[in-house]
């Protein structure tokens, strides 16, 4: 007999609503919660060594030089520049291959960037003169014929520099930006050759990065124009845990994670309509950085004796400065950049240089002493959980679309299906200034594996929806936002 009044004042205002009423999204569904681990994947992430990433990293720093200017120079010493770099690379993906019984495709992508005519461009003024560049990159294909041309890829970039990026011959240990990145895709290869996914993963190691973006710019190109259906790329450049003695400030327990909001490679109508609807943080980017967050949370969650989280940070890229994941991104792929928590710009970009006993003056140069070998192996972990997790399942669901043909309050979906085989999909939604999923349900797939169409009694104007698919093995797929 009580509970119609306190409806009606709930409903007029006289009432506090947090006592008695309820918005119509919280009121369905489930909350959401992280998967539960795959124990295949948990085992190849444990295989990942700081040990081995150490040796790693301080084969590519005896190369002196990496600057991607060195591949012209034909006085260098044997052994040194970025050519002998990159063929130890090559060796390296050609070894991991030879120990899978030949699981990988390892390719040389290798061009000739003229400046002649480019002015304007990134590297105008970092190229002066025709360079040969090579991108290494090695595919572990998929094994069902339906997806495997679906890709993840993984990246870090092994030319290096010091303060004059135009001088090919000094030394240039790029140890932390970017030793560090390149060991995480060797080491990510290493790990997942032991696996077999449906769809495709990438292990890339490019360069050029330093004179412009000039190699990720090439084999995003490249990517694009033979049709590479790449559904995620995770750029690490710098994530070495920089160990400076003395910053109290530095994280260990973290990598952030950078991600575009309107896509680059948006036209003028998808960006209008991302405007909108609100749809600013659910580029197909944001959903990987999600996705790596939730993925963080599945395999390394805080009441573990690793903790390790996927730090979200909403911009492309830090102030003033650029990276690979940009190159993808401009040919409108998803694309992320990881990093780490907090950067020391001696250690940067600079000629090494090392003060005499005694002085106060910093240490400069992108020396090996700085890496933290066990926090590389950290990300490296996460990277390979990543790829795992999204190359295992069964793609993103096609054409999903709200109808909004009509006003009410309910919302009807329509949604083409996944690639891959699906155990049920997951309608998600959030309040519109939530960055994390708060609701699902599970639906499961059209009896004929079709099109999906499906309504709920929560109103499309006070929350954002995503859909995702997911297979048996609990594998989530990225989200799509309608």
Known sequence: MKIAPLILLCATGFAPCFMFCQADFTQYGQKVAPPVADPKIQRAIASIDPARIHQMIDKLVSFQTRNTLSSMEPDLPPGTGIQAAADWIFSQFDEISRQCGDCLEVKRDTFVADPAGTAGTPWANRIPKP???????????????AQAKRMVLVTGHYDSRASNVLDPGVFSPGANDDASGVAVSLECARALSTMRFPSSIVFVAVAGEEQGLVGSAHLAKLAKSEGWDLEAVLNNDIVGGNTTPGDTFQLKNRVRVFSEGVPTASTPEQARRIRAVGGEDDSPSRQVARALEEISDTYFPASSATPFDAWIVNRPDRYLRGGDHSSFNQEGFAAVRLTEWR????????????????????????????????????????????LATLASSPGKPAKVTIDTSKLDNSTTFHWDPSPGKVDHYELLWRDTIAFDWQYVQAVPPAPDSGPVTLTIPVSKDNVVFGVRAVDAGAHRGLVVAP
């Not at 360079?131 to 014929?145: C, S």
Request: charged share 20%; no cysteine; hydrophobic share 40%.
């Open 131 to 145: 360079t040969r560049i090579t991108n290494i990159y090695a595919i572990l294909r998929g094994t069902d014929p």
């Open 343 to 386: 950067e020391d710009y001696n250690h940067q970009h600079q000629t090494v240089v090392r003060p005499p006993a005694g002085s106060s003056d910093p240490v400069l140069g992108d020396l090996i002493q700085f890496v933290d070998f066990s926090y590389v192996a950290k990300v490296a972990r996460l990277n390979a959980a990543a």
